[in-house]
């Protein structure tokens, strides 16, 4: 495993803050980063805190799930484990893998990842955040003049998986044709589809939910969690990834997208 650059590894102020609670910022160090390291060499960042762990390892396609390839090492800073791995690009496959006191070897999801596979799959995603180009500067420039509390407030709350779904129209017509036909008629049937496919991806929403919210009124939109977790049926509330956006409906950038097109529509 390479070794950091003293700017890209947790310093003892980072680690100080991080023992008190109080490290804001640590989403910026831990977890997976693209970095380039002082002789030009580029790849990502791996950080992970795991202070009773006899060794962390990086695994994922890019070296067969070897967990001695990318051995990563232990910090002075409580127990948190770091490294450079060259080569690594966006959007590729990882989990760490956490060696115990014992010798138990557990294979982990980055907790700090800001992308994951689409569930019942569990790796972590490696992602550039400084893909995506925001065009809201204007609704930046005018929010700080804005004056929230004397101004008309209509929020829409809304779970996006289950706001509109592409199965919807066709369910619609099978319900129909059931109707003229009562003795074939089924069961009441579950329209929550926990096929992908089904869902409106980040892009559809961009363009379909703006539209809808802005021309019904509402000024606010209050989004239902959109963090990732494993079951849909939770409407996002058993999250396993505070910082990754569920990738049921697409990756980070398009999430931002998603945002960013709420920001234009005022």
Known sequence: MAELNASLAVSDQDAYLFAQGKWFQSHKKLGAHPAVQEDGVEGYTFAVWAPNAASVSVVGDFNNWDDTVNVLSRSNHGGIWEGFIPGITSEVL???????????????????????????????????????????????????SLKFLHSPLNIFEVHLGSWKQHTDLAAQEE????????????????????????????????????????????????????????????????????????????????????????????
Not at 104 to 125: C, L, M, N, W
Not at 176 to 182: F, K, M, P, R
Not at 198 to 227: C, N, Q, R, W
């Open 94 to 144: 990882y989990k760490f893998l956490i060696v115990s006191a014992s010798g138990q070897k557990i294979f982990k999801a980055d907790p700090y990842g800001t992308y994951a596979e689409v569930r019942p799959h569990t790796a972590s995603i490696t992602f550039d955040p400084d893909v995506y180009v925001w065009e809201d500067e204007a609704w930046m420039k005018r929010r700080a």
């Open 175 to 266: 319900d129909s044709a059931d109707t003229e036909n009562v003795e074939q008629a089924e069961e009441p049937k579950d329209y929550f589809d926990t096929n992908v496919d089904a869902f409106y991806t980040y892009d559809d929403l961009s363009e379909e939910l703006v539209a809808y919210v802005k021309d019904m009124g509402y000024t606010h939109i209050e989004l239902l969690p959109v963090m990732e977790h494993p079951f849909d049926g939770s409407w996002g509330y058993q999250v396993t990834g505070y910082f990754a956006p569920t990738s049921r409906y697409g990756n980070p950038a398009q999430f931002k997208h998603f945002i960013d097109c709420c920001h234009q529509a005022g």
